[in-house]
Structures are given as structure tokens and as C-alpha cells.
């Protein structure tokens, strides 16, 4: 069983930063590809970026290349968002997720077991 808990959120002006973290209790998280996914209300859960159990492949939305980078640090059980040059329309509830399934990084929630409970991220002036 693998508990996920995000934080970092907050709100930021545009054109600012955030990290988020996704701390992870359970001995197998780090055999686990990971992704981060987001939800503003009224609107469906979206794939944001992904990274394998080792952190060699990482994959991401053509709305945040480059601008965000996801990483993650096995020894600490841990996954981070990297956030930059952040606009309006990154506002969501950003939410961590684990994928039992060690051979694939997916895109789709459907894919992912475990989730954190979210973490608010406003982008406003």
C-alpha cells in the first residue's frame, strides 16, 4: 500500500514559480512510475508530467514543456513538480499518483492506483 501526500501549493503571480512535492509512505514507491495530474473546477482531471520508477524518462503535456520539469529522488521516497513561468490557466488542484505497473509511464488517470489528496495552485495577480 502506498499513501501519497501532496504540498507546495499556494498563489503566485504570473509569470512566477512553485515546486510541489509528493512525499510517498511505502517501501515500493520508487519501483512506481509517477505522474502529475491537475483539475480546475469544472473540468475533467488532466495529465500534467510523468517520470519512470528510475526518473530515466520523463514525459509531459505540450501545454507545460518546458516550462515545468518533474523529478524524483527514490532515497527520500519522493516526486517533485518543478513549476516556471506559471500563467492564469495552470490554476488548479494538482494531485500526485503512483502506477503499480512498472513497465509503462502513462497519460491517463485510468492508469494510476494510488492518490494524493491535492494541492490548490492559484495563478493570479
Known amino acids: 500500500q502506498v499513501q501519497l501526500v501532496e504540498s507546495g501549493g499556494g498563489l503566485v503571480q504570473p509569470g512566477g514559480s512553485l515546486r510541489l512535492s509528493c512525499a510517498a509512505s511505502?517501501?515500493?514507491?520508487?519501483?512506481?512510475?509517477t505522474g502529475w495530474f491537475r483539475q480546475a473546477p469544472g473540468k475533467e482531471r488532466w495529465f500534467v508530467a510523468a517520470?519512470?520508477?528510475?526518473?530515466?524518462?520523463?514525459y509531459y503535456a505540450d501545454s507545460v514543456k518546458g516550462r515545468f520539469t518533474i523529478s524524483r529522488d527514490n532515497a527520500k521516497n519522493a516526486v517533485y513538480l518543478q513549476m516556471n513561468s506559471l500563467k492564469p490557466e495552470d490554476t488548479a488542484v494538482y494531485y500526485c499518483?503512483?502506477?503499480?505497473?512498472?513497465?509503462?509511464?502513462?497519460?491517463?488517470?485510468?492508469?494510476?492506483?494510488?492518490w494524493g489528496q491535492g494541492t490548490q495552485v492559484t495563478v493570479s495577480s
Open positions: 499518483a503512483a502506477d503499480r505497473n512498472r513497465q509503462r509511464v502513462g497519460a491517463h488517470s485510468s492508469e494510476y492506483t494510488y
Open positions: 511505502g517501501r515500493t514507491f520508487s519501483m512506481y512510475p
Open positions: 517520470i519512470s520508477w528510475s526518473g530515466g524518462s520523463t
